[in-house]
């Protein structure tokens, strides 16, 4: 009998929840404190923009004013208020929501390290813990994860938010997984999504009187998704509504933004009311584009076709946790923008379906795919520091061309993750509601 061989210090430390867990309150610390010397001695800041909206935001509400008094402050005015305390004289209460987004960050570690072992039957992974904390340390040790946290970014709620949702889901807590649903989206809109495949999920008849029968009655599901909305409208009115969700109907952010569609934003942010059309310029070319069509605004149609309706349709019955990412791959994709803070969306479920991936099977495929999504982004980001920093015109077909490619290589992503989802159903894959 051959002995077993020696395991090695790192891959004993990631099989301890307990260390794991240290540690990734250790990484966020350090952060933590390199940021405020950062802020303190560098004219280039640590925290985040979106952080000092936030702040101010909850400076209004602690004056008993609207948070949308706040110029560009698009979010639910719960934030506002739950950030309350970074109004309080100090820098330490000015860091208090800092400090909250870290700790939303190892709650939603622990929440995948808790689905990763459950058991098969209840849609989970059945991994013994040394596994399970493993790939929980995806997120948990993550430098991009603790850095978008500790910067002052809420992106780390929502993520307790969502896998929460997903927990409820599968122990079939369904009144707790409508009212954290209905929470998830009135922070951002874009877990609505995960209705079409939650339901479908629940439902083994695949009809309404499935429901029925087992007290699932939709309307009333429905109507606790809808409370947090209807409590903060009625407080706060139009402007939350305008702010909150119809402004990303409108939106036309074009910096900062991977889409395919990042050239038709910044043509229409750059439209006048004499004309009809604009030109931009590379070293090269001359481009007229009339900016009368918006064909950006389109988006939506393959957008929701594929994250709402198709993608659930086909792999909901299979596994819960895997739809989702795919759900959310396709839905950041496809966005009209799509900036890297939305990578932290997907991020978050791809423990669920790593383990049975292709992409870990087969490690060429594995390489392959993180070395084109890494240099297609870089190349995005050359053409863009060109633009931005150094004044030159860059739009066609260096920056239109780069996202291009990296659309192109994100739809090929997505494209091997429903196939290997719709391959686990041969080997029994994690759903319940097969």
């Known amino acids: 009998m051959n002995p077993k061989p020696p395991t090695s210090t790192i891959t004993r430390l990631l099989s301890s929840p307990p260390l794991v867990l240290s540690l990734s309150a250790l990484l966020r610390a350090l952060l933590f404190f390199y940021g405020l010397y950062q802020d303190a001695h560098s004219p280039l800041k640590y925290t985040d923009i979106d952080y000092y909206v936030f702040t101010d935001a909850a400076r209004y509400v602690s004056r008993s004013r609207?948070?949308?008094?706040r110029a560009t402050y698009r979010y639910t005015p719960l934030l506002a208020w739950l950030l309350l305390p970074t109004a309080w004289p100090g820098q330490w209460w000015f860091s208090f929501g800092k400090l909250v987004f870290m700790l939303a960050d190892i709650i939603a570690g622990w929440l995948i390290y808790l689905i990763l072992r459950m058991g098969r039957r209840d849609g989970g992974m059945g991994m013994d813990k040394g596994r399970a904390i493993k790939y929980a340390s995806l997120w948990l040790l993550n430098p991009m994860v603790a850095a978008i946290s500790t910067r002052g970014s809420s992106e780390s709620l929502l993520a307790v938010m969502v896998l929460g949702l997903l927990w409820a889901v599968l122990k079939r807590r369904v009144w707790l997984a409508g009212g954290l649903l209905g929470l998830s989206v009135h922070f951002k809109i874009y877990p609505f999504i995960y209705g079409a495949s939650i339901m479908w999920y629940l439902d083994d008849s695949r009809s309404w009187v499935g429901w029925k029968k087992r007290g699932l009655i939709p309307f009333d599901w429905i109507d606790r998704f809808m409370n947090p909305a209807r409590k903060v409208l009625i407080r706060y009115g139009f402007p939350f509504l305008q702010h909150t969700y119809l402004h990303h109907l409108t939106r036309i952010d074009h910096r900062h933004n991977f889409s395919p569609y990042n050239t038709l934003l910044y043509l229409n942010s750059a439209r006048s009311s004499t004309t009809s059309n604009t030109t931009i310029s590379s070293?090269?070319?001359t481009t007229t584009i009339p900016t009368h069509l918006h064909l950006e605004s389109l988006?939506?149609?393959?957008?929701?076709?594929?994250?709402v309706i198709l993608i659930p349709i086909r792999l909901s019955k299979i596994s819960l946790p895997s739809t989702m990412l795919a759900q959310t791959f396709a839905f950041v994709t496809f966005n009209k923008v799509c900036t890297s803070q939305y990578f932290i969306w997907y991020l978050t479920l791809?423990?669920?379906?790593?383990?049975?991936?292709t992409f870990l099977s087969n490690p060429r495929l594995g390489l392959l795919a993180t070395t084109l999504w890494t240099t297609t982004q870089a190349i995005w980001l050359q053409q863009a520091y060109e633009l931005e920093f150094l004044g030159r015109s860059t739009f066609v077909p260096g920056l239109w061309g780069a996202a291009l490619a990296f659309f192109a290589v994100n739809c090929w992503i997505l494209g091997v993750v429903v196939g290997d989802v719709r391959m686990s159903?041969?080997?029994?894959?994690?759903?319940?509601?097969?």
């Open 425 to 434: 159903k041969g080997r029994g894959g994690s759903g319940r509601g097969r």
């Open 350 to 357: 791809l423990p669920f379906y790593l383990p049975t991936s």
């Open 283 to 285: 070293p090269t070319t």
């Open 299 to 307: 988006a939506f149609i393959p957008q929701l076709a594929l994250s």
């Open 66 to 69: 609207s948070p949308y008094d």
